[in-house]
């Protein structure tokens, strides 16, 4: 049994979430191999190599990869697909993209967000915005899955001794372009992968309140900054903060939730965090439900002596 890892990157490194796909290959068991597509990047191709658990790395350089266009890795991802019984991406924007392309063309059904294996087969993932659980099994030869990142510890991106093959690039099909890209920069760890998270909610008040309070309480806490849908649709914050069914699903050490309410789209992206802090005025707040500590204090005078006790 032969498992292709569709490997995420910059051209330049290897995601973080590409080591928590190959975890979840690594539970199926079988031979684990990674594509990795794009120009350039073979620097990415050497550490992939090294990741524990990967016995070959296959190789596709060329200039028609190197935006990751979802048509084009589509189909090259199909073409390779040959003698693979499994074929994983992490399930993040790129991996949604491509993999439902992948599973049309080789007509079989795709099964997302998977958060636990069962066996080969037969896999765990949620539904109903995380509310249920369901064990779904695939009878299909070629099994193509999305990975939920926080559902796998990440294996280690060292160890591993893989060899690289370099396998021919498919034609460009010029289905789509990448016009643009606007790359959000900070100082802080990247929210998806960050270890601490402050977010903050509607009772924030406005975007002026949010940084005035929040930024102080990450700083101190090297922590990432995210939000609830209800700030970003109000404008306090960009939307790549967003944590939730439809924005970033994150599982840090540390979650501090901050005048949000708890709906369920909010918990869907947060619940799995290991420990989870609410500080909400309202008693009947449903993000108590899952915090393992709440406070039902006014966040304007609760957070400013939260960052002065740090």
């Known amino acids: 049994m032969s498992l292709l890892v569709i490997a995420e990157h910059d051209n330049a490194s290897l995601k973080a979430a590409t080591l928590n796909t190959v975890a979840a290959a ?17 620097a990415v191709a050497e550490e992939a190599a090294k990741v524990e658990g ?29 003698g693979y019984t499994h074929i994983l991406a992490p399930a993040t924007s790129n991996g949604k993209n491509t993999l439902p392309r992948v599973a049309a063309l080789l007509d079989v059904a795709q099964i997302s967000e998977i958060i636990s294996v069962v066996d080969a087969d037969t896999f765990v993932r949620p539904i109903y915005a995380g509310n249920a659980l369901a064990t779904v099994k695939s009878g299909d030869s070629t099994k193509v899955i999305t990975v939920r ?68 309480l990450a700083d101190k806490l090297g922590a990432a900054l995210g939000a ?52 909400n005025k309202d008693p009947d707040a449903p993000i108590f439900q899952v915090a393992d500590y709440g406070l039902v204090a006014d966040l304007f005078q609760a957070v400013p002596e939260l960052v002065a006790g740090l």
């Open 228 to 279: 609830s849908r209800a700030a970003v649709d109000a404008g306090f914050v960009p939307n790549d903060y967003q944590v939730g069914q439809t924005g970033k699903i994150v599982a840090p050490q540390l979650y501090i939730a901050i005048g949000i309410s708890g709906a369920i789209q909010h918990l869907a992206g947060m619940k799995d965090s290991k420990v989870i802090v609410a500080i």
């Open 54 to 82: 990967v016995t070959k790395v296959k190789l596709a350089d060329a200039a028609h990869y190197g935006d990751q266009t979802a048509e084009n890795l589509a189909a090259l991802i199909v073409a390779n697909a040959a």
């Open 26 to 42: 690594a539970k199926i068991g079988g031979e684990i191999h990674i594509l990795v597509a794009g120009v350039g990047c073979a």
């Open 149 to 216: 990142t926080t559902g796998f510890d990440a294996v280690a991106n060292t160890g591993g001794s893989a060899a690289i093959e370099s396998i021919a690039a498919g034609t460009d099909l010029g289905q789509s372009k990448l016009i643009g890209r606007e790359l959000t920069k900070s100082a802080r760890p990247e929210l998806a992968a960050a270890k601490i998270i402050v977010s903050g909610g509607r009772g924030m008040g406005n975007g002026e309140n949010y940084h005035a309070l929040l930024e102080p």
